[in-house]
């Protein structure tokens, strides 16, 4: 039986009656099935633990009420077993682990249940989820399928990010996935991010492996750090020598897309990545959910502001209109922050003159007056005295 049918199976032997009760403590859940199990189950027990707190005093678990406990926590046991190998596999919160399994000493199925002296009152669970999905992902290697498990590591407004150690490679690999709630044209954006990766060829931008349709995911090359990640935790012993190194590599990247007619127009702190490597640090540009082709028809003429350092005035131009001007604002501003550690830039305090005047042509209002690519900035760069 597979698991879409084992699911619905249980759904019915239990009812899906009082399941909406605790369904918001399992809006991860993506399969609606076994939302309904989970949160059916949750109230239910819930609800057996409650009359048994008041019992405690009288000492006796009525016999229907034992009975009741015995075959949720047989269902439970069930649907451990059974899901384990696969993407539902799920664990249950520690303290009601132990709580069914202290209550499994003393219920019987006839007669009623005595319930042990000093046993104590159970503390319900109302706002915490009872049950948690073990994220997985099923990799095929020759004639092998294999399950990982999978742990979340970033979550955007339309994807989460998931990582997990491949034992097949011995190597650690990133999964995007699409959300669930995804109009038609978010979905074709998302899988056009993929293809447009997937055609890149850089040391500097995030590589990928795999499109997987049925899960709305691919694979992708696992980084260490966010640039925001690693200025902030080594600001304070990053040397300029190290900082010019990053900003050369962003502008390497930049300047690789931009030679292939692409915007990304999404540059941030967080899209901005640093692989480790013995002796080295690596700059590695991710998330081109919005980059932007000669020939694409995926940005509509209302499409809202995106990207962290992008030029504000953009609301005014209309996100449709971006061009390399805008893309060297928000560069100018990533290297600012690859240079100080510092997200806001504070023109009157920039003690360095030549960074400053920088900074300020950089973001100049008038886009005539701006780097027009990345050479520009390239060589304005160059010639800062640190």
């Known amino acids: 039986m597979d698991i879409t049918n084992y699911l619905e199976n249980i759904k019915d032997e239990i009812g899906d009656e009082n399941s909406n009760r605790l369904e918001l403590l399992y809006n991860n859940i993506e399969n609606e099935t076994l939302k309904i199990i989970f949160s059916k ?14 019992r405690l005093k009288n000492g006796h ?5 034992s009975r009741m406990l ?3 926590m047989d269902i439970i046991d069930g649907l451990q077993s059974r899901l384990r190998e696969t993407k539902f596999s799920f664990s249950i919160n520690r303290y009601y682990k132990d709580i069914l399994n202290k209550c499994m000493d003393f219920l019987v199925e006839y007669g009623g249940s005595s319930i042990p002296n000093g046993f104590k009152k159970i503390e319900l669970l109302l706002t915490k989820p009872m049950f948690e999905i073990k994220n997985k992902i099923q990799v095929k290697t020759s004639n092998k399928e294999t399950n990982y498990n999978i742990k979340l590591i970033g979550e955007g407004s339309y994807a989460k990010v998931f990582k997990y150690k491949d034992n097949h490679y011995n190597r650690t690999f990133a999964i995007k996935r ?6 038609k044209k978010e979905y074709n954006r998302f899988k056009k991010e993929y293809e447009e990766m997937s055609n890149l060829n850089s040391p500097y931008i995030i590589e990928v492996y795999r499109y997987d349709d049925s899960e709305n995911e691919y694979t992708m090359e696992y980084v260490d750090y966010t640039l925001y990640e690693y200025i902030n935790k080594n600001n304070n012993t990053i040397g300029i020598e190290e900082r010019k190194n990053l900003v050369y590599q962003v502008l390497r990247a930049f300047n690789y897309l931009h030679n292939k007619s692409l915007l990304h127009r999404d540059i941030s702190l967080t899209n901005t990545l640093i692989k480790e490597y013995d002796t080295l640090k690596v700059i590695k540009i991710s998330d081109f959910g919005l980059v932007k082709t000669q020939e694409s028809n995926l940005t509509s003429i209302s499409s809202e502001l995106k990207g962290s350092l992008n030029d504000p005035n953009l609301e005014l131009y209309g996100f449709k209109n971006y061009e390399i001007r805008h893309e060297t604002y928000a560069l100018t501003r990533l290297i600012y922050f690859i240079m100080t550690g510092k ?6 305090k920039l003690k360095n003159i030549e960074l400053k005047n920088f900074v300020l042509k950089g973001l100049d209002n008038n886009l005539e007056k701006r780097y027009q690519n990345t050479c520009d900035i390239r060589n304005a760069f160059s010639k800062i005295k640190f």
Not at 178 to 183: D, G, I, M, V
Not at 343 to 348: A, E, G, L, Q, Y
């Open 41 to 54: 189950i949750h109230f239910e027990v819930n609800s057996l633990l409650k009359y048994m707190n008041s």
């Open 61 to 65: 678990y009525t016999a229907n009420e």
């Open 70 to 72: 015995l075959n949720y």
């Open 178 to 183: 699409a959300k669930k709630n995804l109009t």
């Open 343 to 348: 997200t806001t830039i504070n023109k009157s």
